[in-house]
């Protein structure tokens, strides 16, 4: 079987490009991840030979990219060497335009996409309160966890919560508070059911620093985008805002998180940014003289001041 990178000219930019080395020397640029929301207009096959050429070796895959022709999208990802860090998503389960068993059903689908692709992890949006009270909502959340957590497990796949910043939550989860999503967690073993960590949502809560001390463990993946307080809803590129995103990333790695860093931005303030560009910028943020400047973590005491990188 002959490989994608080979049936034409646009795929063989893998060859006719260089990867920066420099960008691929220690172990955190290893693991930088581009979502593919982040290139919204580029399709499936674009985003990974692109992001190949730009020496990312890793990918979040945005489902709706994806045709049925699965066999030819993972294909692809071998021949380009891309390893999959986040599926993105499934979930819904409180009744946000299908019913639960239709949400359990897709999140059957999407966990065996998972598996296919070797996926870190397989986002989870429960939905939004949808009109039921929080303790209602909760345990339709919970009731689909305990349905699709068994077939995770057969699958190997880790499912990973995501809480969303409350002023975004609506439609994708009635969650947003850090510490209400780890103890929601706690009921349900860790091996196969862990924590998306943003950023974007929680770059200035100087609270999940003391959090994550104890439940670092937990976190299955770590979304990064910038944001400021003129523009507070949009998901910025890394260094265009005020989160002190260096400082998060070498406590993270301090404190033993191995898994990836995956740029997610989007919406109307990047709506027109060559995605090119972008790549060159999360490029050269985690250049090897950028990354030699994370700074430790710091004490409870201290709190994440407001800095711009």
């Known amino acids: 079987m002959q490989g994608f990178l ?16 420099t960008f691929m020397r220690t172990s955190t640029q290893r693991r930088i991840s581009i979502c593919q929301f982040s290139t919204f207009r580029w399709t499936f096959e ?11 070796k890793n990918i979040g895959i945005w489902r709706r990219k994806l045709d049925e022709d699965c ?15 986040s599926v993105h998503w499934a979930g819904g389960f409180t009744g946000d335009g299908q019913s639960f068993s239709n949400a359990i059903e897709d999140g059957i689908e999407a966990i065996e996409l998972a598996s296919r692709v070797d996926a870190g992890c397989l986002i989870i949006h ?32 880790t499912l990973a919560l995501e809480p969303v910043l409350d002023q975004l939550a609506n439609p994708w989860s009635f969650m947003n508070q850090f510490e209400e999503s780890i103890e929601f967690l706690q009921q349900f073993p860790s091996q196969h059911l862990g924590l998306v960590l943003d950023l974007f949502s929680f770059g200035f809560d100087s609270n999940v620093f003391e959090l994550l001390a104890s439940y670092v463990n937990r976190i299955s993946l770590v979304q990064i985008a910038d944001r400021c307080q003129a523009n507070p809803l949009a998901r910025l ?15 993270l790695q301090q404190l033993g998180y191995s898994g ?18 972008l790549l060159d910028q999360t490029h050269n943020f985690f250049s090897e003289r ?20």
Not at 71 to 85: F, T
Request: glycine letters at 6%; proline letters at 6%.
């Open 6 to 21: 080979n049936q034409n000219p646009q795929q063989r930019e893998v060859c006719n490009l260089k990867t920066n080395e």
């Open 46 to 56: 674009e985003d990974v030979i692109r992001y190949a050429t730009h020496g990312f």
């Open 71 to 85: 066999l030819a999208a993972i294909d692809l990802l071998y021949e380009a060497k891309m390893s999959v860090s």
């Open 126 to 157: 429960p939905g939004s309160r949808n009109g039921h009270t929080t303790s209602h909502a909760r345990r339709l959340f919970s009731s689909a966890l305990e349905n699709l957590l068994p077939v995770a497990a057969d699958y190997g796949v």
């Open 237 to 251: 590129p890394l260094g265009a805002g005020q989160v002190p995103l260096k400082r998060w990333l070498g406590s």
């Open 260 to 277: 990836s860093f995956e740029l997610e931005v989007h919406g109307p303030s990047v709506k027109e940014i060559d995605y090119f560009s």
């Open 290 to 309: 950028s990354m030699d400047r994370l700074i430790a973590l710091p004490s409870k005491s201290s709190r994440i001041s407001q800095q711009t990188n």
